[in-house]
Nanobody, 112 residues
Framework: QVQLVESGGGLVQPGGSLRLSCAAS????????MTWYRQTQGNEREYVAR???????NYADSVKGRFSISRDNAKNTVYLQMNSLKPEDTATYYCKTQSVSWGQGTQVTVSS
């Protein structure tokens, strides 16, 4: 089955950290560019970070220096390490690759 399943979200205080995971199945993960997006209610999905098959990465300015994307091709999983979290990082986070439907996302709430 072709799918993406996000996990690892939760409630964290400002300044805290979380690591999100996205488990992929049903396609050739190792040759796929993987992207993390986030969305708050009533807004469009926002680009967060991307990792290419060769390991190159790219980040939105809003998360640069705080977030880190990585991948484990043996586990067909992409990660998003989020440090120094801010209330404005609160959103539902999704991973995505071309030709695969959006998953259910994982909710991240940054609040004291």
């Amino acid at each position: 089955q072709v799918q993406l399943v996000e996990s690892g979200g939760g409630l964290v205080q400002p300044g805290g950290s979380l690591r999100l995971s996205c488990a992929a199945s049903g396609f050739t993960f190792s040759s796929s560019t993987m992207t993390w997006y986030r969305q708050t209610q009533g807004n469009e999905r926002e680009y967060v970070a991307r990792i290419f098959p060769g390991g190159g990465t790219n980040y939105a300015d809003s998360v640069k220096g705080r977030f880190s994307i990585s991948r484990d091709n043996a586990k067909n999983t992409v990660y998003l390490q989020m440090n120094s979290l801010k209330p404005e990082d609160t959103a539902t986070y999704y991973c995505k690759t071309q030709s695969v439907s959006w998953g259910q996302g994982t909710q991240v709430t940054v609040s004291s």
